[in-house]
């Protein structure tokens, strides 16, 4: 687990960088996809709700479109899914308690399972390894965000 | 009928400033979930939209402004806007509103609410 300007950021997930969204590689083509710390962050650091939308369910979302919204008091916007594909399940647990993402973004509170329609090709795409958390700290540093 | 086209009615004004940011969390929210989201102002709504009056409406007391929910739901790509008459009713011209407002008769409300699956009015 990388620190980056007090964001963590681990080293083995696949980041669209741009979109503070990770995505996971899991067993049988499917992803795990989430919001990063960051994202967490710049939300306002407690969230009213994460929603994934009842209708994205069994359908294929592409790359960088809304797959879920984020809400706090102060902000609302999309979670925009790293890689296109189906989506198969939402996290059940966030409709309880949407700050699961914010206390634990990469383990609890992932957002939506995907089973990806073209990981090998888009895999190139996001940024990973210590070369991801390079380049997500490049666009910190550009955008003078910090999570601390 | 367009299924992604929303349009909320904003008719709630500066004498009531509570029920003046929801509507704009609510077409920020319709835009992150990839709907087009039309806002139209009419009877006191239009008050809202008028130079430097939402950066003096707080819905909560030490909270935000309505200018900043205001301005979310512009830079989320809402389209704004206004009534002629309701501007005519407060005496408004085109200069007193703040930029990015288009301004429209009332038969382009019925127009947009035509090609909308939803239209909320608050």
Known sequence: ?148 | MADDKVMIIMTSGPDTPHRCATPFFFASLAVAMENEVTMFFTIDGTLLLKKGMAETVYPKAGGKAVSGFLQDAMDAGVTFLACTASMELHDLKEEDLIDGVKMVGGATMWQVAEDCKTVLTF
């Open chain 1, 1 to 148: 687990m990388a620190n980056v300007r007090g964001c963590n950021l681990p080293d083995d997930l696949y980041y669209l960088v741009e979109k503070h969204v990770w995505a996971k590689p899991m067993d049988g083509g499917i992803l795990r996809v989430g919001i990063t710390a960051v994202a967490a962050k710049l939300s306002g650091g407690k969230l009213a709700a994460i929603t994934v939308k009842a209708k994205n369910i069994g359908q294929e979302v592409m790359q960088g479109k809304s797959l879920a919204t984020i809400e706090s008091s102060k902000f609302v916007g999309p979670v925009p899914t790293p890689v296109t594909g189906v989506v198969l399940r939402a996290n059940e647990k966030l409709a309880t308690d949407p700050n699961l993402a914010v206390s634990d973004p990469y383990g609890e509170g992932w957002v939506a399972e995907i089973q990806a329609s073209n990981w090998d090709g888009e895999k190139g795409t996001l940024v990973t390894g210590a070369e991801g958390v390079a380049a997500y700290q490049a666009k910190l540093e550009a955008d003078n965000i910090t999570c601390s």
